[in-house]
Structure formats: C-alpha cells, structure tokens
C-alpha cells in the first residue's frame, strides 16, 4: 500500500471549513483514498473514501487531484467535536484488506 | 443496531500473566481485524479473519500473542505471559464482507496495561 504525509497538526476555528491535506504521491491506479478519525478514547471512525472522483457524504467532502498524487478533506463548517486525528490511507482492493495508519494530523477546533 | 463491543475496557495485568480480550463484532459481519495502538501512535494492524479462517496473522508480535474466531463471529485475542511492551490499546474491526471497499467499524477498544 501507498505511503501518505499529512502534516501533524492543524486547527480551525469553530463554524469555518476545515481543509486537511494528503500526500500519496505513489498511490497506484487501483488504490482508494480513505479518511478516519479518532476522537480521544475511541475507536477510529470511518468518514469517506474515493478512488478518482470527488466524494461527499452528510460528513464531509473528499477532494482528489486529477494525478491522484494528493488529497484534500473538507470539513465544510467544523464543530468542536470534529477535534480528532485524521487518517488518511491508502488502500488497495487486493490483499488482506488492512488499514495502514500513519501518525495523522491532530486537528483543533477553537471556539 | 449495536456497533464493535469490546471487553474488558481496561485490563490492568502483572507481567508474566495470560490475558484474554474480548471482541463482539456487528452482527452478520464477515471480516473481523485487530489492531494494536501504543500511546500517541496510530493503530497497527495485528491479525484479521473472513468468518472463521484467519487469513493473515503477519502482524503478530511473537508467539505469545493468538487470535481466535471459532464460530466466525466472537473472536478472542489472547497474550501469554505478558510483557511491558505489551501495553496499549486493542482495537477490534469488523467490515460486512471481503469485498474492500467496505469501511471497518471499530470497537472502542481495551487499553492493557502491563505492570
């Protein structure tokens, strides 16, 4: 699976939109985006996932360039309980179907 | 429905003891995955099951760490004389079925702490 970089840390002030980036500048064609989250002693939780195109859901939006090499997700109006790390993983559609996690950014949201 | 259950929630052990943890995943799921979380780290894949077979177990520590899911749906992950390196959180998944784009629930996890 493909290596991601996130940057460690981010915040965000309550109510604005939330825009977190990721490398995965050797994402292969047939590898999906994904993005989880863990808030403090919880588990981590799924929030979206693409292969090319642009996702949304009622939780957020998954922005991909056209090379694949990076990806952005958007938080449209963050609320103080988005303040979690954020994963973001490549996955591919063969092989055990594990999640690679890296160290995520840590993302604030300030009242 | 219920979501991943995990139990104990907090298991506090001497080292050189057996523990069992505990996972119940979402009813009818068929991939079951564990993960282990050191503090301040992002998970790391332990062992996953499709029903009852354990198809990849290559992220086990050592020996002394062993996963079970003999009836393809609670599953047991046991670690023998434990040791300090042990502590962490455990973290059970579970994904309706083999297809991989299906996301993973987690569990809340039990964090062990070995003294």
């Known amino acids: 699976d493909a290596k991601t970089t996130q940057p460690p840390s981010m915040d965000c002030a309550e109510g604005r939109a939330a825009n977190l980036p990721c490398n995965h500048s050797t994402i292969s064609g047939n590898e999906y985006v994904y993005w989880y989250r863990q808030i403090h002693s919880q588990g981590p939780q799924y929030i979206i996932h693409?292969?090319?195109n642009n996702e949304t859901n009622e939780m957020a939006s998954l922005i991909i360039t056209e090379d694949r090499k990076s990806s952005t997700l958007i938080l449209p109006h963050a609320t103080l309980r988005d303040t979690a790390v954020y994963y973001c993983i490549v996955r591919g559609i063969q092989g055990a179907q594990k999640l690679v996690f890296g160290q995520g950014t840590r993302l604030t949201i300030n009242p | 429905g219920a979501g991943v259950s995990q139990s104990p929630r907090y298991k506090v052990a001497k080292r050189g003891q057996d523990v069992a943890l505990r996972c119940d995943p979402i009813s009818g799921h068929v991939s079951l995955f564990w993960y282990q979380q050191a503090l301040g780290q992002g998970p790391e894949f332990l062992t996953y099951?499709?029903?009852?077979?354990?198809?990849?177990k290559s992220g086990l520590p050592s020996d002394r760490f062993f996963a079970e899911r003999p009836e393809g749906s609670v599953s047991t992950l046991k670690i023998q004389r434990t040791q300090q390196e042990d502590s962490a959180v455990y973290l059970c998944?579970?994904?309706?079925?083999?297809?991989?784009?299906?996301?993973?629930?987690f569990g809340p996890g039990t964090r062990l702490t070995v003294l």
């Open positions: 693409g292969l090319k």
């Open positions: 998944a579970s994904s309706l079925s083999w297809t991989s784009t299906r996301e993973q629930f």
């Open positions: 099951f499709q029903n009852e077979a354990q198809l990849d």
